[in-house]
T-cell receptor, first 110, second 115 residues
Framework: RKEVEQDPGPFNVPEGATVAFNCTYSNSASQSFFWYRQDCRKEPKLLMSVYSSGNEDGRFTAQLNRASQYISLLIRDSKLSDSATYLCVVNGGGSYIPTFGRGTSLIVHP | DVKVTQSSRYLVKRTGEKVFLECVQD?????MFWYRQDPGLGLRLIYFSYDVKMKEKGDIPEGYSVSREKKERFSLILESASTNQTSMYLCASSPLTGVLNTEAFFGQGTRLTVV
């Protein structure tokens, strides 16, 4: 079983839609959680960290559910420029190695 | 501004060649990583290093080796390139803060084609 699992999608949504991604992780001792964004043929870049209490950055909201071992990313009022692959990343639990999910593809269309 | 620089954006090499991929970071980070990324497989860890001259195998080390002689530089070596090593290679670095890690910063990637 892969340590970090994501639905690969693609999620195909119209502009203005709200879309949510989930990511599950297997190591209950994991301590740090992130969402990265990767544009086509580019390197991954940090979108936001995920804190225990949940956090929001503009149209983006990240949540952590330790009991069920998943994190989520909610994007409100989707823009065409949000089209990308969103990678879930988990650290800690005895390892400082970032462990990546395979990514979820989002396509926002007019 | 944080920077991780990979020496080449695109490379084409012949089967059997020895290939060096260089990565330099200017943030004084302890941890450095090499991943390869293939469609449908995501990022897979090849090797990582948490200090100068220290290295650890990742999930797919076969056919690769690494070198970290200086803190800022982490090199990935393909001893004898093969066509199944055609891929996007991504270098990353991160600081070590206690037992937690902060975000990893990535280089722009090297798209290697082995013919």
């Amino acid at each position: 079983r892969k340590e970090v699992e994501q639905d690969p999608g693609p999620f195909n949504v119209p502009e203005g839609a709200t879309v949510a991604f989930n990511c599950t992780y297997s190591n209950s001792a994991s301590q740090s959680f992130f969402w990265y964004r990767q544009d086509c043929r580019k390197e991954p870049k940090l979108l936001m960290s995920v804190y225990s209490s949940g956090n929001e950055d503009g149209r983006f909201t990240a949540q952590l559910n330790r009991a069920s071992q998943y994190i989520s990313l909610l994007i409100r009022d989707s823009k065409l420029s949000d089209s990308a692959t969103y990678l879930c990343v988990v650290n800690g639990g005895g390892s400082y190695i970032p462990t990546f999910g395979r990514g979820t593809s989002l396509i926002v269309h007019p | 501004d944080v920077k991780v620089t990979q020496s080449s954006r695109y490379l084409v090499k012949r089967t059997g060649e020895k290939v060096f991929l260089e990565c330099v970071q200017d943030m004084d980070h302890e941890n450095m990583f090499w991943y390869r990324q293939d469609p449908g497989l995501g990022l897979r860890l090849i090797y990582f290093s948490y200090d100068v001259k220290m290295k650890e195998k990742g999930d797919i080390p076969e056919g690769y080796s690494v070198s970290r002689e200086k803190k800022e530089r982490f090199s990935l070596i393909l001893e004898s390139a093969s066509t199944n090593q055609t891929s996007m290679y991504l270098c990353a670095s991160s600081p070590l803060t206690g037992v937690l890690n902060t975000e990893a910063f990535f280089g722009q990637g090297t798209r290697l084609t082995v013919v």
